[in-house]
């Protein structure tokens, strides 16, 4: 009898809290990006437009920066964001994407490009900030070559709420 009583409140609460639709809860990546470790400050707090969540970096031959990237939980409730990154095509860089630190990044550019990178439970106000972009100028990058790469952070919850940071990388 308790068990019946049990799944019937269970059907009850399905049926009068559908996820994310109709309510009051709130879904929004707030996507930051540095520059790692010229720029310590993080780009794009607060910022769901594309000018104000932009770094620029230029690179010498053979020279390599790390760019930061994370997601900030600006909803109201727990919510996961999918991640993906795109860059346009250029033979003067390499650009690899990890996850990790201490003791060592992994790479994971291939996961990041498919958008399938999906993110642990973030509670508001909280953050993910475990992914990097590394960009290398190869040798055969002639000076002023240039390519941009866009990360987007998209709700896991209502697909309709994301966030996109970029770093435009050129060749000194
Ligand atoms: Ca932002």
Request: aromatic share 6%; glycine share 8%; proline share 5%.
């Amino acid at each position: 009898m308790r068990t019946a009583i049990a799944v019937a409140l269970a059907a009850s609460l399905a049926w009068t809290t559908p996820a994310g639709a109709g309510s009051s809860e709130t879904y929004l990546p707030d996507g930051w990006i540095r520059l790692h470790p010229e720029s310590p400050a993080w780009h794009g707090d607060n910022a769901l437009t594309d000018s104000a969540e932009t770094v620029k970096a230029k690179l010498e031959k053979g020279e390599t920066i790390r760019i930061d990237l994370a997601a900030q939980n600006d909803g109201n409730t727990v919510d996961q964001f999918f991640m993906k990154g795109e860059c346009s095509p250029s033979r003067a860089f390499r650009i690899t994407f990890t996850t990790g630190g201490r003791p060592g990044f992994t790479k994971i550019t291939a996961l990041v490009k498919t958008g399938k990178i999906r993110s642990p439970e973030i509670r508001p106000g909280h953050r993910m900030n475990h992914y990097q972009l590394l960009a290398k100028r190869l040798s055969r990058g002639r000076s002023g070559a240039s390519l941009t790469c866009s990360v987007t952070y998209t709700s896991a919850t209502d697909s309709t709420k994301s966030d996109t940071v970029i770093a435009r990388i050129s060749a000194r």
